[in-house]
Each structure stands twice: as structure tokens, then as C-alpha cells.
């Protein structure tokens, strides 16, 4: 659990691979120019609070070549965090396919800016119904907590955000 001070992005770069869920709780960024370095999450510390695109994808060469593991899910609570730059094969520097790429099987992300107090409750009710035995994959309790969020806060733009992103298998 890296959290307050301890959320730094070398921490998170360095513990990254030792989990099999990874969450974050945070403030996303999406740019359609230069999106590599300008998509990020903001993290913790004074000097480099930023983990962008290119470290996420930097995780990947080293998986890969030191037969190291990466998280199954990636749970991106954050503002944009589907987005980038929209080209022919896709969405090039997201944040989420940047860590389909890393070798996550499925991100949650975010479609546009989310409200704190709505996304907070949804996420709640997400982490809830996947930790129930009888869900394997994230796309049933992302539906379920989505249904739960809309009976209390029914404008879709507070609940429709977020997304399964990835193979479900």
C-alpha cells in the first residue's frame, strides 16, 4: 500500500510488479500532443510527482526481460484515464493501453473527468462485488457497482465513465 508521502512514482515503479492488483486513487491527465510524457497520474513528492505513459510502458521491456510478473487488474480511479491521441489503430499513449501494454489483462478507465464524491462511492461498490467469490472477471461488478452508483447519484455523466478495458479470459 503506497499512500500519502510514500506514493511517490519511483515507489510505485519500483512495487509495481509485486501485486496482482494495482489502484489508483488519484488525478489523471490526457493530452493529445506528445501524449507518451504529457498523459500522466499524479502522485506523490516534490520532484517528479508524475507517472506518464512512457514509464508505463518502460515497465514493459523490463517484465519482459527479466521474467518478472505485472498486475492482472489495474484499477485507474482517476479523470481520463482511457484517453490520448484517437489515431487509425487506436488510442496511442493512453494511459490504459499503456498498461495493456506493460501486461495488464484489464484496466479500468475512465472516459472523461469524474466527479471525487460519485467516483469514490462507485469504486466502493466495485471493489466490493470483486471481491465476492462468484466474479472472476471485473466487467460484472463494474456493472453492478455502475447500477448500485446510478440508483444514488442518476446523472450518467457521475457513473457511465469508466470502462473494462483489455481480454477477459
Not at 484517437?86 to 494511459?95: E, H, K, P, V, Y
Request: net charge neutral; hydrophobic share 40%.
Amino acid at each position: 500500500l503506497l499512500e500519502g508521502k510514500k506514493a511517490t512514482r519511483k515507489n510505485v515503479m519500483d512495487s509495481i510488479r509485486s501485486c496482482d492488483v494495482a489502484y489508483f486513487a488519484t488525478h489523471g491527465i490526457a493530452a493529445t500532443i506528445n501524449p507518451l510524457d504529457n498523459n500522466f497520474l499524479v502522485l506523490s513528492g516534490d520532484k517528479d510527482p508524475f507517472l506518464t505513459s512512457r514509464d508505463i510502458l518502460s515497465l514493459r521491456d523490463s517484465t519482459l526481460t527479466e521474467n518478472r510478473t505485472f498486475p492482472e487488474l489495474v484499477i485507474l480511479s482517476a479523470c481520463q484515464t482511457g484517453l490520448g491521441k484517437s489515431m487509425q489503430a487506436g488510442i496511442f499513449g493512453g494511459l490504459a493501453r499503456c498498461f495493456l501494454i506493460a501486461g495488464a489483462n484489464q484496466v479500468i478507465m475512465s472516459l472523461w473527468n469524474v466527479d471525487d464524491e460519485a467516483t469514490a462511492y462507485l469504486m466502493n461498490r466495485f471493489v466490493y462485488y470483486l471481491n465476492q467469490p462468484s466474479y472472476h472477471l471485473p466487467s460484472e461488478p463494474l456493472r453492478l457497482a455502475e447500477l448500485d452508483t446510478k440508483k444514488k447519484y442518476p446523472n450518467p455523466a457521475l457513473w457511465a465513465s469508466f470502462s473494462v478495458y483489455g481480454v477477459s479470459y
